[in-house]
């Protein structure tokens, strides 16, 4: 079992920037792939970005390219999305997620665990 627990949202004006974080507990942080989603009102969840357990390897969806990234810091139990130059239309609940297989994907199935969400809000 992985617990996982998000923080770092908040609300922030066009143009600005955040930094989310998602520390996990319980098994072996580094053998996890590891994913954002995010999902908006009225909206279905969608995907973000992703990485694998090494960090060698990541994903970000055509919408936040060049804008949002993912690290990890298997040290510390950690992946981050950094997100610069934010969009209304970036405002959604943002969720952590963990899966067993160590590599990262773009799908919500291939996740195991999902942390309980932080709120981001874009707004002037």
């Known amino acids: 079992q992985v617990h996982l627990v998000e923080s770092g949202g908040g609300s922030v004006q066009p143009g600005g920037s955040l930094r989310l974080s998602c520390v996990a507990s319980?098994?072996?942080?580094?053998?996890?792939?590891m994913g954002w989603f995010r999902q908006a009102p009225g909206k279905e969840r969608e995907f973000v970005a992703s990485i694998n357990w090494s960090g060698s390897t990541t994903f970000s969806a055509d919408s936040v390219e060049g804008r949002i990234t993912i690290s990890r810091d298997n040290a510390k139990s950690t992946v981050y999305l950094h997100m610069n130059s934010l969009k209304p239309e970036d405002t959604a609940v943002y969720y952590c997620?963990?899966?067993?297989?160590?590599?990262?994907?773009?799908?919500?199935?291939?996740?195991?665990?999902w942390g309980q969400g932080t709120q981001v809000t874009v707004s002037s």
């Open positions: 997620a963990g899966g067993s297989g160590a590599y990262a994907s773009r799908s919500s199935r291939q996740y195991d665990y």
């Open positions: 319980g098994r072996t942080f580094s053998g996890y792939g």
